[in-house]
């Protein structure tokens, strides 16, 4: 990896939280693809299109560009490498031969100048230690016009059965978060205030900047007993008492669907130009 300059989240990232995403790839995969057409909507990946992929985690979104790009090509960058690991065997497993990956800091890592058209991220620009610094980063690699296109949380509102839903866990788990889990909800948060991203994306120097709210369905599990073990998962050595699990199960059985337990959240769709 080169030069870190938020070592806490490389430690969030490269710890037990980002173990657990790699272990269950799959499942975050599912749970996230509610986001894809929108975001590659708006990214308007073309044949021959060279796109940057930030914290692209186990690779899924770097594979679609890829997909869309070709025969133009894809390059994923992510400070974890467990998800790392994951996305380079998932890429070779379905053969996709115009994609890659790197374990860096995209605050500062040295991209080729205006080496990308598009820049893309799927909930992976929110855990900059300097988030003008990174977009001013980005905005080196884009070619002048070059497409910045990202997905990051609305704050919790009445739309988030999804926020409910956790809010509701971590109490009936008596959830004491330690460091880890608070750097990683407070960057989650960190560009939830669309003002605030406007402000950012403008003195990081991009143009045409628009902030467009979308509701997506994430898929918890396959039914409700399936959902409650994948929460469960994510604490582990923490069984709750059968109160309680009755009382999770009851709050997330309105969402059980014949396509699985299903939970609305609010995301803000971010498009910007490179002048």
Do not use: K
Not at 16 to 23: E, F, I, Q, R, T
Not at 96 to 105: K, L, P, T
Not at 118 to 128: E, K, L, P
Not at 188 to 205: C, F, K, N, W, Y
């Amino acid at each position: 990896m080169t030069l870190v300059v938020n070592p806490r989240q490389a430690e969030v990232w490269n710890g037990p939280v980002g173990a657990h995403w790699a272990a269950h790839q799959a499942r975050y995969d599912a749970m996230l693809a509610g986001v894809n057409d929108a975001l590659f909507d708006a990214a308007a990946v073309a044949p021959g299109d060279r796109v940057l992929d930030v914290g692209c985690g186990a690779g899924a979104t770097t594979r679609i560009a890829a997909g869309l790009a070709a025969p133009g090509h894809a390059v994923g960058v992510d400070i974890s490498a467990p998800l790392l690991e994951r996305a380079r065997a998932s890429t070779a497993a379905e053969g996709v031969a115009n994609a890659a990956y790197e374990c860096a800091d995209a605050q500062v890592h040295p991209f080729p100048a205006q080496g990308y058209d598009v820049v893309v991220s799927r909930g992976g620009v929110m855990f900059f230690a300097d988030h003008t610094a990174a977009f001013r980063n980005l905005a080196r690699a884009l070619r002048p016009g070059g497409r910045l296109a990202f997905v990051c949380p609305q704050p919790p509102g009445e739309h988030s059965e999804e926020a409910r839903a956790l809010g509701l866990f971590a109490r009936l788990v008596d959830e004491e978060p330690g460091p880890e889990a608070l750097a990683a909800r407070s960057a989650m948060a960190s560009l939830s205030d669309p003002e605030r991203v406007r402000a950012i994306l403008a003195e990081a120097g991009y143009r045409e900047v628009a902030v467009t709210p979308v509701t997506v369905e994430a898929v918890w599990g396959r039914d409700v007993r399936d959902a409650v073990d994948f929460l469960l998962s994510r604490y582990p050595g923490r069984p709750l008492p059968a109160g309680r699990l009755a009382e999770l199960e009851a709050a997330l059985l309105p969402h059980a669907t014949d396509t699985g337990v299903r939970m609305r959240a609010g995301v803000w769709l971010v498009t910007a130009v490179r002048p």
